[in-house]
C-alpha cells in the first residue's frame, strides 16, 4: 500500500514536471520563438534570426522614444517645435536608417563573432527569462536584469518576433 503511494506521487510529480516542460517549449510561444533566435544566432543564420527580430519596428520605437524623451525634457516652446520638426525629418529618413540598421546586424550575425557580440546569448538560456503575455503581445525582461525588456508581437503564423526594445 505504501509503495503505491509512493508510485502514484512519484509518477503524478513526473507528470507535473513533464507538463512544465512541455508548456514551456509548444511551438507559438514567446519562450519557443526566443529559443529558436538564440539558435539562429549561434548559428550565424541572419535570416532565420530575422524571422523572430522585426529590426525597422525596433528602430522606429528607438527614434520615436528619443524625441519623446527630449519633448518631455523641452522647458520652452522653441525647442518643442526644433523637437517636432526633428521628429518629422527623422520620419523621412526612416528607411534608410533602418536599412542600415537591418544591414549591421545582418553583418554582425553572419561574422566569426570576433567581437563577442553573442557571448551573453550563447551562455544564456530562454529559462532564465521572465516573460508576462497579454493577448499577442509579451514584455520579456532577463531575470537579474531589470533595464534589459524587450517586447514581442505574435505574427500571424503564430510564431513570436521581438519588436521593442524598452528603456528604462
Known sequence: MHRLRESRFFIIVLLWCAALVFGCTLSNTPRR?????RTALLNHDAETAFRYVDVDSIVRCMVRDIFSKYESKADDPLTILGIRAGREAAGLLMPAAASLARNRVRAAIVSPDEGGY????RRGSVWYLEIATDGKTAVVNPIGRPETKFRMRQMEDGHWKIVEIMGE
Open 118 to 121: 553573442f557571448e551573453d546569448v
Open 33 to 37: 520563438s526566443l529559443s529558436e533566435l
